[in-house]
């Protein structure tokens, strides 16, 4: 589940020149370069197909990205080039000096916010991370797989659809995770009990990782290509508010 948040600016569509792609293209770990990128979008025009039918052969598996801006220029850039293709209209590769290369930033973990709790910056800069840093998301993926599995087990028995279940794990993964990287002393394993029933006793989870959870579901259920029904919703819902008060009661020392 990857989500949009915050403010961006306007999509343009608009080429810098052949340096600035090139640049933008290694950055996203494509082994093209900009003649390479022309080659393929001539011959996808001559043969009347879209230009969605060419970008994602630009890269081997998904494209990767020091920060949203960077990824937002990529396409402006690509989708220009394509336009000025179409459109017939000369192009000059070659514009005087190279401009200054888009920098590669080494996504940072965001500060703990043990002892307290965590807010919505938090949260944002949490998922953002996790986003940005594959290896680190796998990390917490094994984390999250080894010391949640009995969580897991009754997750798979819930009766929940494919859709439904491939949600709810998704977004408990992602909220283990940010405790993780917010509560250094890290957790311990969920009683898989707490699906089957609500804690009253327990004090709230913090309204930032609720939040978080709850826009997840909104998305999920306008989800264009496998929207959940409002039955499945609801019982995801459930299944995901307990699965989440059981993980951060399991914070260890808390």
Known sequence: MSRSRGRHTEFVHHFEGAQTLDGLLQLAGSSCDTYEVLTRMRSAQAEGQPHDAVIPTLFQGEPHFSSPE????LFQNLL?????LEEGKPLQLDEGPRPPRPKKVKP???PAFAPGEPGSEFVEAAWRYLEDEEKERTRRLHS???RQDALLGALDVAGLTDEGYAVARHL????HAMMELGWPPGLVSVDPAVLERED???PPVPKALTAYAEEALFEAEQDEEH???AEELARVRTLVRRGLAGLWHARKGS
């Open 70 to 73: 960077v990824a937002q220029r």
């Open 80 to 84: 220009g080039l394509w336009d000025l």
């Open 108 to 110: 940072v973990p965001p």
């Open 144 to 146: 999250f797989e080894n």
């Open 172 to 175: 408990l993964f992602e909220l």
């Open 200 to 202: 009253t006793k327990a």
């Open 227 to 229: 929207p959940l029904s």
